[in-house]
């Protein structure tokens, strides 16, 4: 898709072929939603953990245990190296961090999290018909501050309020 710069409204940024692609990769019809109905999506969404977890570092370490200088556990996991302990109480346990790995769920999980609040943040101003309006980012920007601790449809509740104020 060729993105031409008159498909950018100028005072929101809003690019809305971009914002109905990305929609659309989160099974989201800007279409058919209220304002409302688009923070419920997009919670749901940021809770989907099919897609992309929020990847606790405990999930990315291994173990390598020792006795005597022999190897007894290489590369285990924590039950693991818990059965080996057991057995072989006095045994060295090093720790193996997958740094790689970790850093590479933590990308996938903000890149996820950051495109559900471009359609989150781009929606609103194309269902409310403010994408030209330049109060709508302050609108937006008070929103999120009063309403972003209980998620997307709090924000939402919030951004219907103040957009009356300013169309």
Same mark, same amino acid.
């Given at each position: 898709?060729?993105?031409?710069?008159? *498909?950018?409204?100028?005072?929101?940024?809003?690019?809305?072929?971009?914002?109905? +692609?990305?929609? $659309?990769?989160?099974?989201?019809?800007?279409?058919?939603?209220?304002?409302?109905?688009? /923070?419920?999506?997009?919670?749901?969404?940021? +809770?989907?953990?099919?897609?992309? @977890?929020? @990847?606790?570092?405990?999930?990315?370490?291994?173990?390598?245990?020792?006795?005597?200088?022999?190897?007894?556990?290489?590369?285990?996991?924590? *039950?693991?190296?818990?059965?080996?302990?057991?057995?072989? @109480?006095?045994?060295?346990?090093?720790?193996?961090?997958?740094?790689?790995?970790?850093? $590479?769920?933590?990308?996938?999980?903000?890149? +996820?999290?950051?495109?559900?609040?471009?359609?989150?943040? #781009?929606?609103?101003?194309?269902? $409310?018909?403010?994408?030209?309006? @330049?109060?709508?980012?302050?609108?937006?920007?008070?929103? #999120?501050?009063?309403?972003?601790?209980? /998620?997307?449809?709090?924000?939402?509740?919030?951004?219907?309020?103040?957009? $009356?104020?300013?169309?």
């Amino acid at each position: 898709m060729i993105i031409k710069n008159s *498909d950018v409204h100028q005072v929101t940024g809003v690019n809305v072929a971009v914002l109905f +692609r990305d929609a $659309e990769s989160l099974r989201i019809n800007l279409n058919k939603a209220s304002v409302y109905t688009l /923070g419920i999506a997009c919670d749901d969404r940021q +809770r989907d953990i099919t897609h992309a @977890p929020y @990847p606790a570092k405990g999930s990315y370490q291994s173990y390598n245990l020792y006795r005597g200088g022999v190897v007894i556990g290489l590369m285990v996991s924590a *039950d693991q190296r818990d059965e080996l302990k057991t057995i072989n @109480p006095n045994c060295l346990v090093e720790t193996i961090y997958d740094d790689v790995g970790y850093k $590479e769920a933590m990308r996938a999980y903000n890149d +996820r999290a950051a495109l559900i609040r471009q359609v989150f943040n #781009w929606g609103v101003f194309y269902i $409310e018909g403010v994408m030209d309006n @330049p109060k709508a980012q302050k609108a937006f920007s008070l929103a #999120w501050k009063n309403g972003h601790y209980a /998620g997307y449809t709090e924000v939402a509740n919030y951004f219907d309020d103040y957009v $009356e104020l300013i169309k």
